[in-house]
C-alpha cells in the first residue's frame, strides 16, 4: 500500500514561490508515475503537472506551464512542485497523486491528504 504524505503548503503573496513535497512510502518509489493535482473551493480537481516514473517525461496544465515545475528524487522517493509567480488563483488544496501501471489497461491511484495553499493579492 502506498502512502503519500505532502508538506510545504502555507500562505504566500501573489509573486511568491513555494515548494511542495510529496514522501511515499509502502512502493517501489522508481515503478510510480507521479503527479501533482489541485482542488479549489467550488471546482473539480485537477492535473497541475506530471512525471513518469523514470522521470523522463513531464506534462503541464497549461496554467502552470512555465511557471511551475515538477521534480523526483528517486533516491528520497520524494516528488516535488516548485511553484513560482504564484497568483491568486493558484490558491486551492494541493494533492499529490501516484499510480502504478499493473497492466496496459489497469492502473492503481493513491493519493495524500493535500495541504493548502493560499496565495493573497
Known amino acids: 500500500q502506498v502512502q503519500l504524505v505532502e508538506s510545504g503548503g502555507g500562505l504566500v503573496q501573489a509573486g511568491g514561490s513555494l515548494r511542495l513535497s510529496c514522501a511515499a512510502s509502502?512502493?517501489?518509489?522508481?515503478?510510480?508515475?507521479m503527479s501533482w493535482y489541485r482542488q479549489a473551493p467550488g471546482k473539480e480537481r485537477e492535473l497541475v503537472a506530471a512525471?513518469?516514473?523514470?522521470?523522463?517525461?513531464?506534462n503541464y496544465a497549461d496554467f502552470v506551464k512555465g511557471r511551475f515545475t515538477i521534480s523526483r528524487d528517486n533516491a528520497k522517493n520524494t516528488v516535488y512542485l516548485q511553484m513560482n509567480s504564484l497568483k491568486s488563483e493558484d490558491t486551492a488544496v494541493y494533492f499529490c497523486?501516484?499510480?502504478?501501471?499493473?497492466?496496459?489497461?489497469?492502473?492503481?491511484?493513491?493519493w495524500g491528504q493535500g495541504t493548502q495553499v493560499t496565495v493573497s493579492s
Open positions: 512525471m513518469s516514473s523514470a522521470g523522463g517525461s513531464t
Open positions: 509502502g512502493f517501489t518509489f522508481s515503478n510510480l508515475r
Open positions: 497523486n501516484a499510480r502504478y501501471r499493473y497492466s496496459f489497461s489497469n492502473v492503481d491511484d493513491y
